[in-house]
């Protein structure tokens, strides 16, 4: 699926020592996002991994739920924290779970990114866990078929201070996932280089 409608899917940025017990950070502008993070899960990072999704997508998409995602739905209130303990949960035992901040598909080019407050539940709540950001961009660049670029950055628990609070711990992961997703955009555009996972 993925050959017929990319060209090539290619990446930068540290692999972390291990993928388990972290937290993931996406940025969420298209409906091919999650089955770009199947193929890196897979293929690079070989974690024990599973995604949340918004609840009308996995019921409109059963293939996302096959491969490992997990619904939210966040016209209810209980049903947001009842998806953000399974998360907790299953970074307590040892898994890796991939989060969109956003919450919803928006725009490549919007800002700000506009996260809500959920993946910073989970790192108030769980302990010792890793939070890594990984940007993607979708880019034509004279070919019939986009490109793909993602970005993996460092963890960035060690930034957080134990004064903030869950607003301001908010408002601190956009900004450090918005820098990272700017400096991918330009590291496309200078033609940096880029390993080529497809």
Same mark, same amino acid.
């Not at 939070?131 to 628990?157: A, D, H, W």
């Given at each position: 699926?993925?050959?017929?409608? +990319?060209?090539?899917?290619?990446?930068?940025?540290?692999?972390?020592?291990?993928?388990?017990?972290?937290? +993931?950070?996406?940025?969420?502008?298209?409906?091919?996002?999650? @089955?770009?993070?199947?193929? %890196?899960?897979?293929?690079? %990072?070989?974690?024990?991994?599973?995604?949340?999704?918004? $609840? $009308? =997508?996995?019921?409109?998409?059963?293939?996302?739920?096959?491969? /490992?995602? +997990?619904?939210?739905?966040?016209?209810?209130?209980?049903? !947001?924290?009842?998806? &953000?303990?399974?998360?907790?949960? &299953? @970074?307590?035992?040892?898994?890796?779970?991939?989060?969109?901040?956003?919450?919803?598909? *928006?725009?490549? $080019?919007?800002?700000?990114? =506009?996260?809500?407050?959920?993946?910073?539940? &989970?790192?108030?709540?769980?302990?010792?866990?890793?939070?890594?950001?990984?940007?993607?961009?979708? #880019?034509?660049? =004279? #070919?019939?078929?986009?490109? !793909?670029?993602?970005?993996? /950055?460092?963890? %960035?628990?060690?930034?957080?201070?134990?004064?903030?609070?869950?607003?301001?711990? #908010?408002?601190?992961? $956009?900004?450090?996932?918005?820098?990272?997703?700017?400096? &991918?955009? *330009?590291? !496309?555009?200078?033609?940096?280089?880029?390993? #080529?996972? +497809?």
């Amino acid at each position: 699926m993925f050959r017929f409608h +990319f060209n090539h899917l290619h990446y930068t940025g540290p692999l972390p020592a291990s993928p388990n017990h972290t937290l +993931f950070l996406v940025n969420h502008s298209a409906w091919w996002d999650p @089955l770009i993070i199947f193929l %890196l899960n897979k293929h690079l %990072l070989k974690a024990d991994g599973y995604g949340m999704m918004h $609840e $009308e =997508g996995v019921k409109s998409f059963p293939i996302f739920k096959r491969i /490992g995602t +997990f619904s939210i739905n966040r016209s209810n209130p209980k049903d !947001v924290i009842a998806s &953000l303990n399974y998360a907790k949960d &299953l @970074l307590d035992n040892e898994k890796a779970v991939w989060m969109f901040p956003q919450g919803e598909e *928006r725009p490549l $080019e919007i800002r700000p990114l =506009g996260f809500q407050p959920g993946a910073s539940y &989970l790192i108030e709540k769980t302990k010792q866990i890793q939070v890594i950001p990984v940007s993607l961009y979708y #880019t034509f660049e =004279g #070919t019939r078929k986009p490109n !793909v670029y993602v970005k993996l /950055g460092q963890n %960035l628990m060690p930034s957080f201070g134990n004064e903030q609070n869950r607003r301001q711990r #908010t408002k601190h992961v $956009e900004k450090l996932c918005t820098d990272q997703l700017e400096e &991918l955009k *330009r590291e !496309v555009i200078e033609k940096h280089q880029f390993h #080529t996972l +497809f």
